[in-house]
């Protein structure tokens, strides 16, 4: 979170409360305008790429895309102007979206087309996680953040294995299947995109083999495929919950254990449902 | 459960028994016929808008889709006169479902094809758990239920970040693949459907990447979707397996423990390594 | 295992051995050799299903067939003569495969075309686990198979769920999508059948939504499936997880624990690691 | 890792420290410059698959072909002269990939289009894992390997299952679609692909079912696979996580253990209810 300049003015800290925290009313009522705002520029963006939609209202989608781009741009220099380093939140991840939400616009001056990146602007969405109760949401997107981290290397040596073997089934694929006449494997990077498509399961069908061989070996990437999305599942399912497990060590508790030392012993830890200490009879404190 | 008016005939209460109940030999036969009459009528929805058959049997059809309709408003009307609330049975799940089984044949009169709506009638058939071991059934539900919806901040979180992901990468494949001529990349809507259809490894074909850039792009998008598949699969599998968990725990079992009686108070199991019984203190019998 | 005849000659003990056990020389050379002509007779039937292949070779499948059909005749009649109880053996999983194996030659006297259904000889395959380490593969085939039976009320009620949203979904989609000139959704079967084969993210594509709405609830539909084939996996792996446990519980021994009782006070269960009891403090028997 | 033979002189042995070493400066620049290398050479096999690249650069591509072939060949004699045991070596796995590395170019003087199997050079790539910290990874490979190892009797099971079904079912569907005039199920192998191609949730749509019966058929085998999706994956997750557990005891940490070091012997972690040390029968420290 960008920190307020120190010196700041009775108004700078006001507009700071409200451009960059959600625990007031008005800064909560800032954010839930902005989230709107964020979508709805992001729907017009999309709804004008539709030819038929365009051909109709091309005049009122030029004018809310540039009224919205207005007001981004002046909530970005708002919040360069309130904030105590500039510098840091311009290279923030925040604050390159930010600059990125209005960017394409002006580009589009020079680059027709260019409008098609403001999409980008919905990576602006990704602060809902900040209004709706920011504290327990954030544990979870670090829970899930903290269990893939944590399996980096294993996916990392699975990704480079998988790469290595759709590399060598694809160079297969393009020697059995590129001489026939209309076959789709016409080069070895297209093959490689097939066995991609293929091992991953999506399978459009857009390319496919023809010959008994093609389909054999075809075969063993599909259930090989079918077994090896075994392994990243597999791994996160175990990080997660390692990383269920070692919040409830940092309690000191066993799964499913209470909190509740004997006065005799001192042991810490037993089942909820006991009234004596199981290691010297002592009887334990109130049950709950 | 809706309740039987409590100053009720006799009549009245035995037609709550056998309406509402199954636990009484009548109670279980009108339920199997309930069901019977669901799937037939649900079955007849479905063939009479194949147009072979319906071109062969229109009027059989008619007939039994009227008279579905009317024994099923007869058992509407009949459920509303015996259950004490009957304002709150008809504004609970079932009772909005049983309305929507019978108003598309009426609606039908006025908007033509309404009948499809029908199906709906398909939701009867979940009262299928309260005709077959009633009480096991619901709690395997409720403990799949209670692990989905603990884990629900998680997969928000998840969905959230899904829905950036297809929508930025949709908007750069359409930038990347529009230009072409018989491009399947027609808008952006069009190409975060293809997004969504290609990350969850669906994969119809019927729109795919021409461009070497663009088959780049959905290499990567293919094979995030195939990692990150894996992150809802761990998250229900710790959460079912915390479930369970908790489900032994109110057995009195904590995971591990070793069925050990106590000689004074009969509490079947104990920690491995208790001495004393947790619950009433006696010394337990040696260890194996 | 169907018992050997009690009164059994030295001839039919000795068919009875080879024919049905696997623990003898002989026994496994006959096992090896019955998977091989097995194999190789369901390959003929194959072959002899692809045109190019059946023009050239179609005399030479024929006798191959027919030479087979007799030889498993009269192994079927060789088991049904040795074995104490034939009408038990002939009724068991394994009789009825073995007459399977054969009947369909036979019918095709009457019925051109049923040798197809010779392919049915796979099943004779499973036997396999029978001669390679028997115990061992049926553990696990157990324990998988645990695994699965003890999760089918979860299950059931997962697939009773599944096939009503696919019902419901399919029926929405054909209101949607039917009136177009060239849809694929020509009735509510047809639909219902495209809904499972995108919630199971197969996506053939012979089938595709063409109007905005449609691809929404597309979209609804496949970030569903995607969602909940979590279900399944988590169920599984639960129920694995616990029947793994319960096999290290039947032992006594904490998972990753030794049993290793200490001499003095008893205690069973100490870490791999472990030269004196944690409880008691006295040393403990020789490590591995 | 091969071993550099005894009597070696300071030449040899520098060498051999660059070329099979890593953990020299040296010896990681040579792996790095290799890596690069081959990545280079399978980019160039690969882009001059391509037609319209090969049209402008077929020299250049042929320069650089021979340049990494014969670079190649001489790593791979310096690599025979210096290690101890060349045979040994030789038919080790990567001394088959580096030889396979090189052979296809000059088999391509005989059989034309040989290149194609340069590809295989890919494999060196594995190699990565050596200069990347190469313990860390090996154990995270190992880890993963072992798992599957492990779990590789209940895979085979599986694979064996999974097999006789979709023989079975692919017959079934042959025996009901192939009579169709444009039927795609043309053959019992082609009908068996498709099976696969299905219940793998691939899904590629050239081939599909025509006929209600067919369709219904196919509805079961994609919920089977969705279904049995979750076996694999059970089964890896579980043996990983008992995998994490083995890991972690041979680390001398239980599962659940808590840290709380043994003032003798400095022991780090006992379990929660130990009293004494279990390595050295000091008294722990009071439990907190």
């Known amino acids: 979170m960008p920190e307020l300049a120190p010196a700041a003015g009775r108004l700078r800290r006001r507009i700071y409360d409200v451009v960059f925290l959600s625990d007031t009313p008005a800064g909560r009522a800032f954010d839930l305008l902005l989230i709107a705002a964020i979508v709805t520029s992001v729907a017009v963006v999309m709804l004008d790429s539709v030819a038929s939609i365009h051909a109709r209202h091309a005049e009122a989608f030029l004018i809310a895309e540039w009224t919205f781009t207005i007001l981004f741009s002046v909530e970005y220099l708002v919040r360069l102007a309130v904030v105590q380093r500039p510098v840091r939140y311009a290279r923030s991840f925040y604050g390159l979206v930010d600059l990125g939400s209005v960017l394409p616009t002006f580009v ?8 098609v990146l403001l999409v980008v602007r919905i990576l602006r969405v990704l602060r809902i996680f900040r209004i709706l ?3 327990t949401y954030l544990t979870e997107a670090e829970t899930l953040g903290r269990a893939l981290a944590s399996s980096r290397r294993k996916i990392l040596v699975f990704v480079v294995t998988v790469l290595t073997v759709v590399t060598v089934i694809g160079a297969l694929m393009y020697a059995i299947e590129s001489r026939l006449p209309d076959s789709g494997f016409t080069s070895i990077p ?12 999506v399978g459009y069908g857009d390319i496919s083999p023809q ?18 999305i075994a ?25 499913g254990a209470v909190i509740r030392s004997c006065p005799t012993c001192g042991l810490a830890t037993h089942d909820a449902d006991a009234r004596f200490c199981k290691r010297c009879a002592a009887p334990l404190p109130g049950q709950r």
């Open 231 to 255: 392994v990243p599942t597999g791994i996160v399912t175990v990080e997660l919950n390692r990383a269920a497990g070692a919040t409830a060590a940092l309690a000191g508790a066993a799964p």
């Open 211 to 228: 010959t008994p061989l093609g389909q054999a070996l075809a075969l063993v990437l599909m259930i090989m495929g079918y077994g090896i």
């Open 190 to 201: 297209v093959s490689v995109y097939w066995a991609v498509v293929t091992l991953t399961t």
């Open 108 to 115: 589009s001056f020079f680059v027709p087309g260019a409008q």
């Open 133 to 135: 109760k920011l504290a």
